[in-house]
């Protein structure tokens, strides 16, 4: 029985093996690692993935879906949102904490919350491999002072360091999507800064809420307020400082 993509679930599914040889290529599976993919679909790269690693988690809120990946014998299914997974709990099931891999074709219409739930469990994580639409990898990969450089670049880019590994065109998904994809990886910094991620989301989502005023009209009024005298200059727009000014920023503001 075939199954019809359901538009509100954001499906899209992938059917260029081309593409699906090339993307487990850049993952790399072992034998044996602790792996989750989120939003397995049809399992055209659930198929690949679980011949090379022996056993593979799943995460899939379809629940047509998920009873069909069920009768697969080699496969643990998480049926659920994965916006209301706490990874950090499934690795240590998985017994893989600090080396779970996470890799997935993500619902492009919530992409964005479910790279920040993720963000929440990055300590058990060794690495992740995405298909996302290749704007949103623009802006998560995008340098200081170009026009993808935004909040998602600024909150991704302390944490991991990520490129974009692989265009995927429309014509390798169905139904195709109306806009270009691409594969991300992204891997988990070793020594990250030990800052307060609320305190920095706070930060950096004042700064871009008003992108093309210079930083004092924004953000100078948000360190007024929390008594900052230290030097950072304002007199620039949020799009020119790179990540490692806004951490320093941080850093000087909750110590």
Do not use: C
């Not at 099931?93 to 993720?118: C, E, K, M």
């Amino acid at each position: 029985m075939s199954h019809v993509a359901r538009k509100r679930f954001g499906q899209h599914f992938l059917t260029d093996h081309g593409i699906i040889d090339a993307i487990v290529a850049a993952i790399g599976p072992v034998p044996g690692e602790p792996v989750v993919e989120i939003g397995p679909g049809l399992a055209a790269l659930t198929q690949p993935l679980v011949e090379r690693l022996g056993r593979l988690t799943v995460i899939e809120l379809d629940r047509d879906l998920a009873a069909r990946l069920r009768t697969h014998p080699q496969l643990d299914v998480v049926e659920s949102d994965i916006l209301k997974v706490d990874i950090t709990a499934l690795a240590q099931r998985l017994q893989a904490t600090g080396s779970l891999r996470i890799v997935g074709n993500l619902p492009y219409n919530i992409s964005t919350p479910i790279l920040f739930h993720l963000l929440d469990h990055v300590a058990v994580v060794r690495d992740q491999h995405f298909m996302l639409q290749k704007e949103v990898i623009d802006r998560m990969v995008a340098a200081p002072a170009t026009a993808d450089y935004g909040r998602l670049s600024v909150m991704l880019q302390w944490r991991y360091a990520m490129e974009n590994v692989l265009f995927v065109p429309p014509e390798s998904f169905d139904p195709p999507p109306r806009v270009d994809s691409a594969v991300v990886r992204m891997v988990p910094l070793t020594q990250p800064p030990a800052i307060d991620v609320a305190l920095y989301g706070e930060l950096v989502q004042t700064a871009f809420s008003q992108r093309r005023k210079i930083l004092r009209n924004t953000l100078g009024r948000w360190l007024e307020a929390r008594g900052f005298s230290g030097d950072f200059d304002l007199q620039r727009r949020a799009e020119e400082v790179p990540v490692a000014e806004y951490v320093a920023l941080a850093l000087s503001v909750q110590a």
